[in-house]
């Protein structure tokens, strides 16, 4: 397996109002190249925090986080966040085209580009829109419309689902996956849904609570295309209980 | 099906409510004048002043007035929004100008905005360059301080979503921060505008020799009390299609503004 992102000996230090907060000690991990790797842990335990640190939107205390290369793609790692973050100024069309105007594209260049994904997360009838026009669920198949029309060496996802209902959720990660298949780009996905890290992802690295270091990594051994019969599978509950059980003392601790 | 009809027939709700309201006070006014219920010498009924309205305004001396205010309104909030904007931005970006600015403003905002005329006037002599000045400081003020907070309220994520997406430096500016902040600076805008007409007539009364506000003195000096009160509605009507026009301009500017107050229930 070859590794596509390389962090070495990752700490994270914040100096809020008073005193020093470690959100990240000693954090070493590799992800290869096309994989998806969900990384889960509780509440508080830095994995946003990490996210952003390979985003380029911070930078670590020390240690260093290295993507390697395979194309000239302007963008390194594009990020889809909880909270959608799209730009409400801007029509659907030309949030998922900001990437690529950012790059300096013509309008009718990326134009094209953004409308082709659009199209792939369903939204052909409403390229024109408003994001404040859109339900939450649409509103997220944009901001994924986004990070992959930016044709980054590495996909980023900060908890993408957690604000929608369990129905809207389980349609979203099934059309996250089908576009995925597509490119098989890297995708770190943070997630604090058990059920999600398995259904989605190839690896499961868990994190310990604050400070925030990698606890266990877990692989998940199912087949892709995922359908949904495999959450009755026994490897599948297997796997949940393991991790629930690593889980729940970091949950617990973080808690107290 | 009446209803259906109806509804096409008759003027949307937005304008009716306010029309027949100010209708109801008119008449109200009118009634209570007639009747010698308040003094129709000092209280004329709105429909003499309608009729002296269109007699001077004919003559062309009110419309001299209302020309020379509505320039001096517009230099004014122009002189106040322009450096508004500009230093708002720059005090919610950088905290060395907020520090140093902000004290200023909490020390001179409080002050009414009339009471700088002497002073200006010492500098800038008896021209209008000096009723402009005064005019500007308080919309000023206020521009600068609601842009300042559009800053603050920018979301981290939409920030985070720009620099991701590869904006940054001045792009990042123009391109998110600009136009993140563009619906408090309206807000600062309306309010910047009616004040600017507020103390553009206040200055006027004392001291200008056209202009609305002059007219108004030099009535209640000749007792022309008619004439009076069509000075005081056109700076009323004034006041009121700025502000609607304003508001329609920021609509036009951020239709997603509008819609999300209806969204949130305000019409």
């Known amino acids: 397996m070859d590794p596509k992102i390389v962090m070495k000996g990752i700490h994270m230090e914040y100096y809020p109002l008073q005193g020093k907060l470690i959100a990240l000690e000693g954090v070493d991990l590799e992800i290869y190249r096309g994989e998806f790797l969900c990384i889960l842990g509780p509440s508080g335990c830095g ?56 790059d300096g594209q013509s309008k009718s260049e990326r134009h094209e580009v953004a409308q082709r994904f659009i199209e792939k997360v369903g939204l052909k009838e409403f390229s024109h829109a408003y994001p404040h026009q ?48 597509e490119s098989r780009k890297t995708v770190i996905y943070v997630t604090h849904s058990i059920d999600e890290s398995i259904y989605l992802g190839d690896r499961i690295v868990l994190m310990t609570s604050r400070p925030g270091k990698v606890k266990e990594v877990f692989l998940v051994d199912l087949p892709r ?30 808690s107290l | 099906m009446i209803e259906a009809r109806l509804k096409k027939v008759l003027p949307k709700r937005e304008f009716l409510v306010p029309t027949v309201s100010t209708f109801i006070a008119l008449a109200i006014w009118e009634m209570l004048a007639r009747t010698g219920t308040i003094g129709a010498y000092f209280f004329p009924p709105p429909t003499l002043i309608g009729r002296s309205l269109l007699e001077i305004g004919g003559k ?18 122009f002189m106040a929004a322009l450096p508004g904007v500009i230093i708002g931005l ?38 209008d360059l000096s009723l402009l000045i005064t005019a500007a400081i308080t919309p000023f003020f206020l521009i600068t301080v609601n842009t300042m907070a559009g800053v603050f309220h920018l979301e981290k994520v939409i920030l985070e979503a720009g620099q991701n997406y590869g904006a940054q430096g001045w792009r990042l500016f123009y391109k998110v921060i600009f136009p993140g902040t563009l619906p408090y600076i309206f807000t600062g805008f309306r309010l910047g505008l009616g004040l600017a007409l507020i103390v553009v007539i206040a200055v006027e009364l004392v001291a200008a020799k056209v202009g609305l506000g002059s007219m108004l003195w030099t009535c209640w000096q000749i007792f022309k009390i008619e004439e009076m009160y069509c ?32 969204q949130k229930g305000f019409r």
Not at chain 1, 134 to 147: H, Y
Not at chain 2, 60 to 77: C, E, I, N, S
Not at chain 2, 232 to 256: A, E, H, N, Q, S
């Open chain 1, 225 to 254: 295309p995922r359908k949904i019969e495999m959450k009755g599978w026994p490897i599948y509950s297997e796997l949940s209980l393991r991790i629930w059980d690593s889980l729940k003392e970091e949950v617990e601790r973080s």
């Open chain 1, 134 to 181: 859109l339900s939450g669920g649409m509103k997220q198949r944009v901001g994924i419309a986004r990070a992959f029309a930016s044709d980054p060496e590495v996909l980023l996802m900060d908890e993408p689902f957690g604000a929608l209902d369990a129905q809207t959720r389980m349609i979203l990660q099934d059309e996250l996956v089908r576009i995925w298949e």
């Open chain 2, 60 to 77: 062309g001396d009110l419309f001299h007035h209302t020309l020379v205010t509505l320039y001096r309104l517009f230099l004014a909030f």
């Open chain 2, 231 to 262: 000075g005081l509605i056109l700076i009323g009507l004034m006041g009121l299609f700025f502000t609607y026009g304003l508001g329609w301009v920021g609509d036009c500017l951020m239709p997603w503004q509008k819609d999300m107050l209806k």
């Open chain 1, 47 to 102: 994995k946003s925090t990490l996210l952003r640190l390979v985003a380029r939107l911070l930078k670590p205390t020390s240690g260093e986080i290295n993507i390697l290369r395979d194309g000239q793609s302007p963008f390194l790692a594009t990020l889809v966040f909880q909270e959608y973050a799209l730009f409400p100024w801007r029509s659907v069309l030309d949030n998922v085209a900001f990437g690529l105007e950012m």
């Open chain 2, 90 to 127: 720059a005090m919610g970006l950088w905290w060395t100008v907020r520090s140093m600015v902000d004290p200023l403003i909490l020390l001179l905002y409080p002050i009414p905005s009339i009471a700088f005329l002497p002073m200006v006037m010492l500098y800038f002599g008896f021209g």
